[in-house]
């Protein structure tokens, strides 16, 4: 490929141990044909050298923000405008902190407050630093912004400690930014028609309509308090929606995950925001609908929840008491009304007339599809196994029990080619 076709990717360095990993990365997307620049932060350096990032690029690396000799070179605000796109691997906690506040106080905070590339993120941290609430917060307002954060992975960590922080690998973050690019080279084959003689690995991602489109989901149950220790909540494990989420991002999906509580560990690559009652996954799934292509409901949302949350645990007196409870919003009809050319995707667990309550509520709440399911008998929630009915306004099909993995997978290639039909995108 000439120099001037060549993508250009600027990779980020923040300070951490998996900032080894970044050095593969790097070595893989030069090997891709990619031109690689690269930016490190101090604390990057002390974990790696410029000089190997250097020879693995095969270009200076960026250190200093007001660098004459770099400056004189390629200045900041010129390798701003120069990247394709800015991947930021290994993203520490402060980076995040600081993107999330605006702050351009060195080179790769500067660079990415200047370019209109789009921003990726590959966190990596200890498990404590990630659950923290303040870095919670800010991956959240970084997705909101539209920021695409991957992983972090669970497993070892340096620290010596297990759990959630694990940069993802460099095979799959060379992954990720392939099929980033793959789509810049749709949208160029779209513009030209004298490209059509490309290379067949582009018709390869032309052919899926999931590739680098937003899916956002809900998954699990919701917890709807009665006091500080009490609530009122359901069985589902949210199993098939996270399977659907790793289903999704297989496809090349950017995938959102507003959850509930469940015991599963967050999808390598997949944003997981997390709620818990129903009015708060009501307002997440409303805000992030803006910017999702594909809204899919798995979440068994409770449809009712306590008149009055006492601030102070009910004590045990009398021998009766009532409960008071009160409608919650209905999550799918509220985003398929408010975002009428959103492909929107509903479950339904029925334990009787599977079909019929199942084609009611597609009418009624407005859905492009829906999947219906038998519950109870030990079917359904909290299995590993599901069997469903998939109905849309000109077709049914039926999908036999299966793991929800496979079943996932199978849902979404019947949801990718309905999407693609979705008379929006003609
Ligand atoms: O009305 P029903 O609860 O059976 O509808 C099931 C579908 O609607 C599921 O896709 C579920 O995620 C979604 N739902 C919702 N908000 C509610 C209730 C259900 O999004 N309050």
């Not at 870095?135 to 497993?155: F, Q, Y």
């Not at 409303?286 to 949302?301: C, E, G, K, M």
């Not at 009398?318 to 509903?346: C, H, K, M, W």
């Not at 334990?351 to 519950?375: C, F, G, Q, S, Y």
Request: hydrophobic content about 40%; glycine content about 6%.
């Amino acid at each position: 490929m000439s120099e001037a076709n060549k993508k250009r990717i600027l990779i980020a360095i923040s300070g951490g141990i998996a900032a080894y990993k970044t050095a593969e990365l790097v070595r893989k997307l030069k090997k891709d044909d990619f031109e690689v620049r690269v930016c490190m932060s101090r604390a990057a350096c002390e974990f790696i050298t410029p000089l190997t990032m250097q020879a693995l690029s095969g270009n200076p690396v960026h250190t200093d923000l007001l660098d004459p000799t770099a400056e004189a070179g390629m200045g900041h605000i010129e390798l701003a405008r120069w990247a394709d796109m800015i991947m930021i691997a290994p993203a520490s906690a402060n980076i995040m902190a600081k993107l999330a506040h605006g702050i351009a106080d060195d080179l790769t905070t500067t660079l990415c407050l200047a370019s209109e590339a789009p921003l990726h993120l590959a966190p990596a941290m200890n498990r404590i630093m990630w659950q923290n609430p303040a870095t919670r917060a800010n991956a959240e307002l970084l997705a909101e912004r539209g920021i695409t954060l991957h992983g972090p992975a669970s497993g070892e960590q340096a620290c010596g400690e297990s759990g959630a922080g694990r940069m993802l690998e460099a095979a799959e973050l060379a992954d990720i930014i392939r099929r980033q690019f793959a789509t810049n080279n749709r949208n160029n084959n779209n513009d030209d028609d004298d490209d059509d003689e490309n290379d067949s690995d582009d018709d390869k991602v032309l052919s899926n309509p999931l590739e680098n489109k937003q899916v956002l989901i809900t998954a699990g149950p919701t917890r709807e308090a009665i006091d500080p220790v009490r609530f009122i909540s359901n069985r589902s494990s949210g199993k098939m929606g996270y399977a659907l989420a790793e289903a999704a991002r297989d496809l090349g999906a950017h995938v959102t995950l507003i959850s509930g509580p469940v015991a599963l560990e967050a999808p390598q690559g997949v944003t997981v925001l997390a709620v818990e009652s129903a009015q708060e996954m009501h307002q997440k799934a409303l805000q992030q609908a803006q910017s999702a292509d594909i809204f899919i409901a798995t979440a068994a949302v409770s449809d009712y929840a306590p008149k009055q949350q006492a601030t102070q645990k009910i004590k045990k007196q009398a021998q009766e008491i009532t409960l008071e409870l009160t409608q919650n919003p209905d999550i799918l009809s509220d985003v398929s009304r408010q975002y009428p050319s959103l492909f929107t995707v509903g479950f339904a667990a029925e334990t009787e007339k599977l079909i019929k309550h199942a084609e009611d509520k597609l009418k009624r709440k407005k859905l492009d599809m829906i999947v219906a399911n038998p519950v109870g008998d030990n079917q359904g929630f909290d299995q590993d196994t599901n069997q469903v009915e998939i109905i849309w306004d000109q077709g049914q099909l039926s999908l036999p029990e299966q793991a929800k993995s496979a079943l996932a997978k199978e849902i979404m290639q019947i949801v990718s080619q309905r999407f693609a039909n979705h008379p929006i995108l003609v």
